[in-house]
């Protein structure tokens, strides 16, 4: 199994909405990430996790809230978002040093 | 962090091969480069990497210059389902984790 499993595929959600986006891995791989992609720009780094901890944040706003409940599941938690926050939401997972295997991505709408 | 340099797009013939160059200039010793492409509204996919040596896989080769100041993606024998953008990527390994830091990426058309 090299797949990286997103869901939901596409969300729509209000400014007020609580929304989560989830990422699911069966490879072993203990580090995980998230990514943002707005249309036509490349991928950003937002939050890697590495053995289930958060250890790199690239200053990112607080209504995000990244979790890692165990090795296999990341969970990005929506609060408060602003349209200029739609965009394609990447998961991405990897052996600590290794090849990053990702996601097909949320496209998440805010309205 | 290493930054990489590509041109923003490239039309290749159907059973061609196609040569995709990047400048990363600045990388150090011990930073690898990577290539990813990404066909429309899909994740980013895994091509190549290396190190120092060229390296060569089921998908493509890639060629690293001695002084590892740049390096070329090639796609032996390119099919209209390569049409994509590809990234090429200096992946910076830090203590806390990988960091693979996107640039603009080259867009890839295939003609028939």
């Known amino acids: 199994d090299t797949e990286v499993t997103q869901t939901p595929k596409h969300l729509v959600m209000g400014m007020t909405n609580k929304k989560s986006l989830k990422c699911e891995q069966h490879?072993?791989?203990?580090?995980m990430y998230w990514y943002k992609q707005k249309a036509k720009k490349p991928p950003e780094l937002m939050f890697v996790?590495?053995?289930?901890?958060?250890?790199i944040n690239e200053s990112v706003p607080s209504r995000f809230s990244p979790e890692c409940p165990n090795s296999s599941l990341l969970n990005l938690h929506l609060h408060a978002l602003q349209p200029e926050d739609s965009a394609l939401y990447l998961c991405?997972?990897?052996?600590?040093?290794?090849?990053?295997?990702f996601g097909s991505g949320t496209q998440l709408s805010v309205l | 962090d290493a930054k990489t340099t590509q041109p923003p797009s490239m039309d290749c013939a159907e059973g061609r091969a196609a040569n995709l160059p990047c400048n990363h200039s600045?990388?150090?010793?011990?930073?690898?480069v990577y290539w990813y492409r990404q066909i429309h509204s899909q994740g980013p996919q895994y091509i190549i990497h290396?190190?120092?040596n060229n390296e060569t896989n089921e998908m493509a080769s890639l060629i690293i210059t001695e002084d590892r100041k740049s390096s070329t993606l090639i796609l032996p024998h390119a099919t209209l389902r390569d049409t994509a953008v590809y990234y090429c990527?200096?992946?910076?390994?830090?203590?806390?984790?990988?960091?693979?830091?996107f640039g603009g990426g080259t867009r890839v058309l295939v003609k028939p």
């Open positions: 290396g190190l120092k």
């Open positions: 990527i200096v992946r910076v390994a830090t203590a806390a984790g990988n960091k693979l830091t």
């Open positions: 996790y590495s053995y289930e901890k958060l250890s």
């Open positions: 490879m072993g791989h203990r580090a």
């Open positions: 600045t990388i150090s010793g011990n930073e690898y």
């Open positions: 991405a997972s990897s052996h600590p040093q290794g090849k990053l295997f």
